[in-house]
């Protein structure tokens, strides 16, 4: 019996369906919480609030607001997806085609239109970063309330159906309620190899198609010069093959998640080809194919005994050869399957069945043409502290005696002979460190992995923490150890350039490093384009938010420029996270804001835990943003090249990043900072809150420098500081407008209106100003226990908080925080009267936690106060 019938609704479900979409489901959240927590129920409805109960009594409360957070996400997405769907009703287009008609209006070129549109890449990239508190089996019973929330949608229901619908929802939030939410172990990474699967095959694998027909739908009905679109995105994976930092990631790991992935893929095809035979039941002696077109189908079959069943139906013994190959791993060459596909597709059209082709078989070609035999491309990631350490022990081995030091002349020249040389002297694997052989196992595994089927089922080698042409060629020395070829090294390597400093030495990094002859030679399996990765977390983290985001930036348009130069142009990767202080923002206008002509055929951004829930958790969701980021990125690469910025807003953006660093830099190097970080935030406690299989630490030194950006940002979070996204703001526009300020005060007022990159940075600050709460702040801050730093670090954060705000609105013209973005303000307000109680106990948890170093008892209010937090602004870091 359904745990919703167990008690008589409070409210009739007549009476839900009387009220709004909000309304309705937070009172199927109260009967919920009336039948399992009544006291928890008539508690949250008290006026004024009273603090929320201490120990494990909070457990209930914290629970009940943080399903109450996540429902009303739910319905956000869902009234987000009904505006959708009126916009496209009224004005007849969905967002492809309405955004191809206004490119079409504004270019006479429309052949160029086609031409980018089909060329044009973005590649989303999934990683396992630890800022996904929800466990699978959690997102699944939200796709489930979300499922029967859109079905209630409709008048088709007679009254009995649509209270059947009513009550299994809220069975689910019953169920929600019921199921533990906080993971008791911290997942492995094969349970995170598991959790980004499932997106695939639960929603992508669906979508993709969809989302392609759309694309040629779009471009077909603005009567632009046809040319059907090939497919335009490719997803690549970090989990699984991301070991920066992470130990628990070995090569054995990553052999398992190529293996996981061709199973998840491998599924589908087998699905989507049996269902294709099923329904294409054509008969040879009532429409007989040419003699070309039989003989091409027939040699599709000839290798299998599909010949032996459905005699005269071609097309199913076509599809059940095809399906046969790929269940037995048969096919030498993803391309080869692709072939077959396209040759039964092409028969189809001969026969003038073009409808039936465009249903059933060419979703099977777009399919094959974005997942492979792979379902996903595993990115490889390791440090450049590790990958030298690995060299300079494999030298030690081979010479016996103590190897040049990292940075010198001597190791410089050593990298460029041995890359040079026709053979390298003989390692024994056997005598290295177990993080030496792993390393090496793991080249060999790519290379195999790239002579296989699939090459592209593994992706570059992404060194983070790159600071010279030398950490680059260490890569490529380590790949030649492992066994790849000296001539024609088939291995990518991406640089990460994540500091201030490291995007400034960018560009003469990459020519350096290009001057060695390997390097050029590494480029054959990327053609003319080199990847480059920027990482907005660390440099925020180094930096702060102004200047991290304008010297990411500035190293784009200097680095295409520089490799201009050689003959290069570059692909760059985005490491963006779901907060602003993490690069974070919306898809359309993140890209808009790049610098014009850093956008080419190809994008990659990285889709970063909550991110992932965000994006990708139901299909209509998941569509609108896949067509968001193409047409995006089509939109960017139409725009009319621009060499430079105006050479006077480049002027005022570069002395206000510097004056912003100056700034942040005061904080984040006074006396005491520190101890008022690790003491006025929940960072050492956010260990215990087991979201992801990494150290919060990438070294498990006890520094900044060390301390990864994602618990940097969750702690500034949970304590509703925030200042990762708006520190140095405020004393930067002071500071510039204190020389000539009515000339410079126009300036910035231009550039606010003109400069998609300037008003992006305002807007999000303004945002995150908003959210941030001082009072709130202040509390946390009671936790340090020296009054000097306390008082002393709280006042330049007050301080600059309040110049910035000032200076938001200066610049806005406007009187309140926020004005601008009203949906904005209302969606935060929905939270703050739950999220000040949850701030408030978490700070007497953390006191009391500390006090008595007893985790036992206190521990679990203590991640679910996190979680809740978390769930309530949306993101963990």
Known sequence: MPLAKTVTPVVPNSCVAEKTLTDQVL???????????????????????????????????????????????IVDEIETMRLRRT?????????????????????????????????????????????????????????????????????????RERDNLVDSIECEID??????????????????????????????????????????????????????????????????????????????????????????????????????????????????????????????????????????????????????????????????????????????????????????????????????FRTVTLDIRQNSTVTNSVLKEIWQNVEGDQ?????????????????????????????????????????????????GADPQAVGPFILSMTQ????????????????????????????????IGDLRAAPDIMLRFLQIPSARRCLTRQGRAIEIMLGYSDSNKD????????????????????????????????????????????????????????????????????????????????????ELLLSSAIEHRMKKPVRHLDPEHEDALSALAGLSQIAYSELINAEGFLDYFQQASPVEELASLKIGSRPAR???????????????????????????GWYGFGSAINSYLSIRSDQRLSLLHHMFGSSEFFRLIVDETEKTLYQTNLEIASQYATLVECTETRLRILAMVQKEYELSVAMVKLIAGTDSLADRFPDFRTHISRYARDLDRVHLLQIDLLRDARKTNRQAGISMPLLQSMNCISSALGWTG
């Open 403 to 451: 190897p040049y030091d990292y940075g010198s002349e001597g190791w410089s020249a050593r990298l460029r002979q041995e890359l040079a040389a026709e053979k390298l002297a003989f390692l024994d694997r056997q005598s290295l460190s177990e993080q030496s052989r792993d390393l090496l196992d793991l080249f060999s595994l790519m290379r195999t992995v790239i002579s």
């Open 468 to 499: 010279s042409a030398d950490d680059l060629a260490a890569v490529l020395l380590l790949a030649r150890y492992a066994g790849f070829d000296r001539e024609v090294p088939e291995l990518a390597v991406v640089p990460l350039f994540e500091t």
């Open 27 to 73: 009172e199927l959240w109260r009967r919920v919480l009336v039948r399992r927590a009544p006291h928890v129920a008539c508690e949250l409805e008290t006026i004024p609030a009273r603090p929320l109960p201490a120990g494990d009594d909070s457990i209930a409360y914290l629970q009940a607001l943080n399903m109450r957070s996540q429902l009303l996400r």
């Open 87 to 159: 916009i496209e009703t009224d004005s007849g287009r969905a967002s492809l085609a309405q955004s191809f008609a206004q490119l079409a209006l504004s270019n006479d070129n429309r052949e160029m239109f086609t031409e980018l549109a089909a060329s044009t890449v973005v590649s989303p990239t999934l990683t396992a970063h630890p800022t996904e508190t929800k466990r699978v089996t959690v997102l699944e019973i939200h796709r489930r309330i979300y499922r029967g929330i859109v079905a209630l949608e409709t008048d088709r229901w007679t009254p």
């Open 175 to 372: 169920l929600l309620w019921s199921t533990g939410e906080l993971r008791i172990d911290r997942p492995t990474p094969d349970d995170e190899i598991a959790w980004g699967l499932h997106f695939f095959s639960d929603i992508l694998f669906d979508v993709v198609p969809g989302v392609f027909d759309s694309l040629d739908s779009a471009i077909g009905s603005e009567k632009f010069v046809y040319s059907e679109c090939v497919p335009k995105l490719c997803f690549h994976s970090w989990i699984g093959g991301d070991r920066d930092g992470n130990p628990n990631v070995t090569t054995a790991v990553t052999r398992r998640a190529l293996a996981c992935g061709h199973q998840k893929v491998s599924a589908r095809y087998s699905r989507m080809l049996s269902e294709a035979a099923s329904r294409l039941s054509i008969s040879n002696r009532i429409t007989p194919l040419s003699a070309e077109q039989n003989q091409a189908l027939k040699n599709i079959v000839s290798d299998t005994s599909a010949l032996s069943r459905n005699a005269n139906e071609l097309f199913r013994q076509a599809l059940s050869a095809v399906r046969v190959r790929v269940e037995s791993d048969s096919y030498l060459h993803v391309s080869d399957l692709i072939s077959d596909i396209e040759h039964i597709e092409n028969a189809l059209h001969s026969l003038e069945a073009g409808n039936l082709a465009k249903r059933y078989i060419r979703p099977i070609r777009w399919f094959a043409h974005v997942f492979g």
């Open 698 to 724: 990438r070294f498990g030194a006890n520094s900044l420098d060390d301390l990864r950006a994602i618990p940097w940002v969750f702690a500034w979070t949970q304590n509703r500081h925030l200042l990762t």
């Open 543 to 626: 930096g702060g938010y102004f200047c991290s985001n304008w010297e990411v930036h500035c190293a784009q348009s200097k680095l295409v420029s520089a490799l201009a130069g050689v003959g290069l142009d570059v692909t760059f990767f985005h490491g963006r996270g779901g907060s602003v202080s993490r690069g974070g923002a919306p898809a359309h206008r993140a890209i808009a804001a790049q610098p014009p002509g850093t956008i080419g055929k190809r994008i990659r951004i990285t889709e970063q835990g909550e991110v992932l829930s965000t994006h990708y958790a139901n299909r209509g969701t998941a569509a609108a943003h896949l």
